[in-house]
């Protein structure tokens, strides 16, 4: 019998088993599909500075735990070694203009080094970018990384038992506390469950009483080929960051969608890679079924990359792909106990990437009954 039970192989699930096994406890991780088969492998795969000061501590456990991982990757993930740059672009609207501010003195605070630029700053840098860029603050921020690699090289780990191909059906409850889970193949009984399963947490922990406020959000990508980037760094449209909530949404009403579907939220975000190719998002529309609401999302996504960088016009289109991703009211994720014998870590919205290593290293010291790593407050169920 393993001491936890980690259920999900995303990048959530993958780093707290990693935590668990390195704390000296035996761990089994169950996976329904693939690890990373969900949003964790269909992401832009990079670290950013939240402008939210209080997941900061969080965001640098993560940098720590990836650092320390990148050096024994089973499978390497390409972890820049400094910052490439990342760059908040405005036109002359104000409330464009107004929100780029604010998020980049909301990274700043954090103690991100930015300069301010006008018009001809932002030509010099990224002579690449549209004409109608008159504004831009340029962040020493930003590490790219493979998501998929990075989640398979934390599940691989010494001590963890992964499961692939199964499906847990139901957490095994018994005496008023969790032991373990059921799955297609039987029952996995265990002291503690870490229920890292994204959006489809809640239904897990529903038969409980637990009631997680957790939704589905779909974040398309778009992968371009240039023969030569037009950016050199990642750049990003005022206004898709917006600090204070940026990654909140609420819960959908039977009578909002009598009205319509969700519409989705886009904006810019362009990654250049060291394969020259160029990645283009983002976006979050709420989930009602499993396929896309909405499949014209990358064509909107494509428009706006061209519009910023008007020579991806002649990129070739690699593919476009979507991931699910669960978000909470206020945009921050819910790691905690919620009950004997259980944790659940969800919520983390498009940011799994950027909490995955200090999510873990919260939940390793929920299992141990140690003082959590950072305050653990703004994380609590609420």
């Not at 493979?146 to 191909?165: K, N």
């Not at 778009?222 to 005022?238: K, M, W, Y």
């Not at 917006?242 to 975000?269: N, Y």
């Not at 870590?345 to 200090?358: D, K, P, R």
Request: aromatic share 4%; charged share 20%; proline share 8%.
């Amino acid at each position: 019998m393993p001491d936890v039970v980690v259920v999900g192989g995303g990048v959530i699930g993958a780093a707290c088993a990693r935590e668990a096994a390195a704390r000296g406890m035996s761990v089994t991780l169950v996976e329904r599909a693939e690890l990373a088969a969900g949003a964790s492998g269909r992401n832009h795969g990079l670290l950013l500075t939240p402008p939210d000061a209080e997941l900061i501590p969080m965001f640098r456990g993560s940098r720590e735990v990836y650092e320390e991982a990148a050096g024994g990757a089973v499978v390497p993930f390409g972890m820049d070694a400094e910052p490439v740059g990342f760059l908040i672009a405005a036109t002359d609207d104000k409330a464009e203009r107004t929100a780029g501010r604010e998020e980049a003195e909301g990274i700043a605070a954090s103690g991100v080094a930015c300069a301010e630029l006008d018009a001809a700053g932002v030509r010099e840098l990224e002579p690449g970018l549209a004409d109608a860029i008159v504004e831009g603050w340029l962040l020493e921020d930003g590490w790219r990384l493979d998501p998929s690699a990075l989640t398979v090289s934390l599940a691989l780990t010494p001590g963890v038992d992964v499961l692939r191909h199964l499906t847990v059906r139901s957490l095994l409850a018994a005496e008023g506390r969790v032991r373990g889970v059921v799955t297609d193949a039987g029952t996995i009984e265990a002291d503690d469950v870490v229920v890292a399963a994204g959006p489809w947490t809640p239904s897990l922990l529903r038969p409980l009483g637990v009631n997680l406020p957790v939704v589905g959000a779909r974040g398309w990508l778009v992968h371009l080929a240039c023969d030569e980037p037009p950016v050199g760094r990642l750049v990003e449209r005022a206004g898709w960051h917006a600090v204070g909530g940026e990654e909140a949404m609420s819960r959908l009403l039977a009578a909002g969608l009598v009205e319509a579907l969700p519409r989705p939220d886009v904006g810019t975000l362009l990654q250049p890679n060291a394969d020259g190719t160029v990645l283009v998002g983002g976006s979050r529309q709420r989930v009602v079924a499993p396929e896309p609401e909405d499949p014209s999302v990358p064509r909107e996504l494509t428009r706006r990359a061209v519009e910023l960088a008007p020579a991806l016009g002649k990129a070739r289109v690699l593919g476009s792909w979507w991931g699910i991703r669960p978000i909470t009211p206020d945009g921050r994720p819910i790691v905690a106990r919620v009950g004997e014998g259980v944790v659940v870590a969800t919520g983390h919205g498009s940011q799994g990437v950027i909490l995955g290593g200090g999510t873990a290293r919260l939940v390793g010291s929920i299992l141990a009954g140690d003082e959590p790593p950072f305050d653990a407050t703004p994380f609590a169920l609420r």
